[in-house]
Structure formats: structure tokens, C-alpha cells
């Protein structure tokens, strides 16, 4: 669905101005899949490792299921071909597996209606354990190399995440329940992704597509590590979650929600544009922070931002870092950014919930290999890590896939840095970059 730009006539000597009147994540969508990719799919092997779906248990009981065409290992193949061979339909990926077969499973036929009821009966839950195994075999190869900006906070919390919840998108199918909406959103997902690296380290789903943030606060609790250190926008905003964080000996920064009340307890250092104090929130409530916490104050042009740590030692964490983490922040906007546009999120294959979270899963899965991608092609050319450009990086594929074609035999990254200026793997800096980076020294001085 391409994006319509309603046109708005004002005054004849003024120019029209135009308004976006559709979803921007909906971008226009090649109706053609991407040639198959060895090294892409060797990548996947090495964390998907679908033979090991066939002892799945679901809870105490085993998983029966009778043997069939589309078994689980087939599945689990289709569903991340699917998302990183950018197929556009179910339609389109049954010619695929006729033509071509997947991997080593050889060419077969499949009708759509056995495919679909297939996306419909497969537990979510058997992909969300593989998505959880992948994700945990990644962890233990660490990056090639840390950006060296992450070096000494990584020193200090043995985790940097930024957590986040997005709206899936409306089902483009009724669901068959009772009193559903012809169109009701797909759910909704929590993603937490690392600040240095890109890397997913969890995602979570509901189906309760209005659910707020703070819902998925237990999960998020649980899975920081003790030392570690997560930061939120103002929609985790919340007192008890912020006293359970501390008493765990967990660490946060997040942005202080206007009209919140609160005293200045000390003042732990202060400059002509910015102010580092200890306060205790809550001061007029009944249930007021148990905690204090710091207070960190950034005048920004001619607007004071104020965000909020229970990192109490400047020593710690410095304000300057405070800020700086903060920033950081649009990382998990990126991840959004990218596996709902890039990589076809936004796009729900089909209108069972159940469908919608196996998709969900295998999105997240292909996206964690690409951004380990990423960091290889940014260290081979000494860029940091910000500096590399996701969507074309994965776009790149498709003319490695043609060098092989053509009876080339290159190396995936090598081949990437050859021609990294011809496919535009690196960003260009822009003058408001610039601008940005020079507002900090004024800030702060000199790093």
C-alpha cells in the first residue's frame, strides 16, 4: 500500500501544502522475492537449528502432531524465508518451495488453505522458544567489536537496553470471535533491544492490542540482569516499578513526567546549562517514591530537559552519560523503524492471532542476524556502529545474491566493504548532526 499525500489548496501566492493521510509504516512493497543467499542462509542455520524443533513439549505435555508435509522444521524455514526473502504473500511463497524447495528440503506442493490452517494450529509458542534459544546462542558470540563510546559504561553494567511497546498494525482478515471488529489491531509487542549493539535481547506479545507499558513491567524486571541498566520513555513512568528496579539493584533512565512532584534532597554538581540533583518524587502523595533518585537537568537550545536515574554516584554514571543514554534511546525506535517497514511487519500475513505472533518471531529473528551483520560491515570499516545504514546493508543482498549468480565466489562482508560506497552502507552526516555535536561541547566542553 503506497503512502497518499491529500493535496490542500491555500492562497494562490502561497504554495499547497500536503498531508500524509495513511500509515507511513505501509511503504510500497516489490511484489517480486529476493533471489536465495548461502551465507544469509548459513547464518540462520547457526541460530535457527530447526531440527531441534522435533522433541518440542508444550508445558508438561508433548506436542502430537501427526506427520505431514508442512512439518515444524519446514515451518520454521518458511516463516524467516518469508520475512528475509521479502516474499509478499503466502500465495507467492507457495510457488517459491515448488520451484525451488527450502534449504535442503526438496521442491514441494502445498495448497494455500493447508498452509494457512497450518499458521492457525502450530503453537506461537513453539517459535517464540526458538526465537528465545536464537537469541541466546547470539549472546554467546559477543560483537566483533564494542563501539568504543560503549567501552567504559559496558565496564560498569553488564547490560545497556532500551525498552519499548509498538501497536501491530490492523488485520487485513475478520477474525472468527465473537463480537471482534472487522478490522481489529493485531496486538501488540514489547521489544528490548541493546543500546551499542542493535542486538534483541527480548520481545514479548498480547494480544490486547491497547495494553500499556507497564504491563509487561514483571517481564522486564525479570529479565534485566542485577548491575544492569534499561532505559524508558515516560510510558514505564511508574513508582512502585521504579522502588522494585532499585531494591533489585537494577538501574534505569527515563524522563521526568511534568507535573510531578518532588523535593531536592542535594545538589551533586551544576553548570551554566545543566544541573545534576538527588530528590525524592512524590512529595504530596500517599504512596510517594520509597527511593530517591537523581535528577539531571539539560538547558537544549532554549528548553530545559530533566530526565530521572537511581544511579546515584556521579562517579557511576556521570550527567553528561545520562543524557547521552537517554539519547540512545531512539534505538528501539530504529528496531521498530526497520522490522515493520524494512522487513514487512507492518504487512500481517494473515488474520489469526496465532499467525501473527509465529510472524512476529521470525521478523525478530532475521533481525537480529542482520543487525550482527551490521556490526561485522561497520568493523571492517572502521565506522561506528550508528554510521551503517540497516536498510541498505539488507538491500545489498540482493546484488551479492546476483555476483553469485554470475559465477562469482566473493565473501559476504569483504564484498559489502568493496562496495560499500556504491550501495550507501554509510550514512552521510548532516549539518544538523553537526549542529547537534556541537551544542554538546557547548554543553558540556570537550569530551
Known amino acids: 500500500m503506497a503512502r497518499r499525500l491529500k493535496t490542500r489548496k491555500t492562497d494562490k501566492k502561497k504554495k499547497t501544502t500536503q498531508k500524509l493521510t495513511t500509515n507511513p509504516d505501509f511503504r510500497p512493497r516489490s511484489h517480486f522475492p529476493l533471489p536465495p543467499n548461502e551465507e544469509i542462509e548459513r547464518r540462520l542455520r547457526a541460530v535457527l537449528t530447526p531440527g531441534r524443533f522435533a522433541a518440542r513439549r508444550v508445558g508438561r505435555a508433548p506436542l502430537k502432531l501427526r506427520e505431514r508435509i508442512l512439518t515444524l522444521p519446514v515451518m520454521a524455514v518458511l516463516m524467516v524465508s518469508l520475512v528475509w526473502r521479502q516474499i509478499p504473500s503466502l500465495a507467492e511463497a507457495l510457488r517459491v518451495v515448488a520451484r525451488e524447495g527450502l534449504w535442503e528440503v526438496a521442491p514441494f506442493t502445498v495448497s494455500r488453505q493447508a498452509l494457512s490452517q497450518r499458521l492457525r494450529a502450530i503453537p506461537a509458542a513453539l517459535f517464540a522458544q526458538a526465537y528465545e534459544e536464537a537469541l541466546a546462542r547470539l549472546r554467546q558470540t559477543p560483537p566483533v567489536t564494542p563501539p568504543a563510546a560503549a567501552s567504559p559504561l559496558a565496564a560498569r553494567f553488564p547490560a545497556l537496553w532500551a525498552a519499548d511497546g509498538s501497536t501491530l498494525e490492523a488485520l487485513r482478515r475478520n477474525l472468527k470471535e465473537p463480537g471482534a471488529p472487522k478490522t481489529p489491531l493485531g496486538g501488540k509487542m514489547l521489544a528490548v ?110 528548553t530545559w530537559y530533566h530526565y530521572l536515574t537511581n544511579v546515584l554516584e556521579p562517579q557511576q554514571l556521570s550527567a553528561r552519560e545520562v543524557c547521552q543514554l537517554y539519547r540512545r534511546r531512539w534505538r528501539i525506535e530504529e528496531a521498530f523503524l526497520q522490522t515493520k517497514r524494512l522487513l514487512g511487519l507492518s504487512y500481517l500475513w494473515v488474520g489469526d492471532r496465532n499467525g501473527v505472533e509465529i510472524q512476529l518471531y521470525a521478523t525478530w529473528l532475521f533481525y537480529a542476524v542482520l543487525s550482527d551483520l551490521c556490526g561485522e560491515v561497520a568493523h571492517a570499516l572502521g565506522e561506528p556502529l550508528e554510521q551503517i545504514s540497516v536498510e541498505m546493508v539488507f538491500r545489498s543482498l540482493y546484488h551479492f545474491a546476483r555476483a553469485l549468480d554470475s559465477g562469482q565466489h566473493p565473501e559476504l562482508v569483504p564484498f559489502l566493504v568493496q562496495h560499500a560506497k556504491l550501495f550507501g552502507l554509510v550514512k552521510t552526516e548532516r549539518k544538523r548532526h553537526k549542529e547537534k555535536q556541537q551544542q554538546d561541547r557547548d554543553i558540556w566542553g570537550s569530551p
Open 193 to 302: 533491544v541493546a543500546l551499542f549493539t542493535r542486538r534483541p535481547q527480548y520481545t514479548w506479545y498480547t494480544t490486547t492490542a491497547q495494553a500499556n507499558d507497564k504491563s509487561f513491567c514483571p517481564q522486564l524486571l525479570a529479565a534485566l540482569p542485577v548491575g544492569g541498566l534499561v532505559v524508558l520513555d515516560l510510558g514505564w513512568f511508574s513508582f512502585p516499578f521504579f522502588d522494585a528496579l532499585t531494591a533489585a539493584g537494577k538501574y534505569f533512565v527515563t524522563r521526568l513526567r511534568a507535573k510531578t512532584a518532588y523535593q531536592v534532597v542535594q545538589g551533586l554538581g551544576a553548570g551554566p546549562r545543566w544541573r545534576d540533583e538527588l530528590i525524592e518524587l512524590g512529595t504530596y502523595r500517599s504512596n510517594p517514591c520509597r527511593h530517591r533518585v537523581r535528577r539531571v537537568s539539560v538547558l537544549w537550545g532554549t
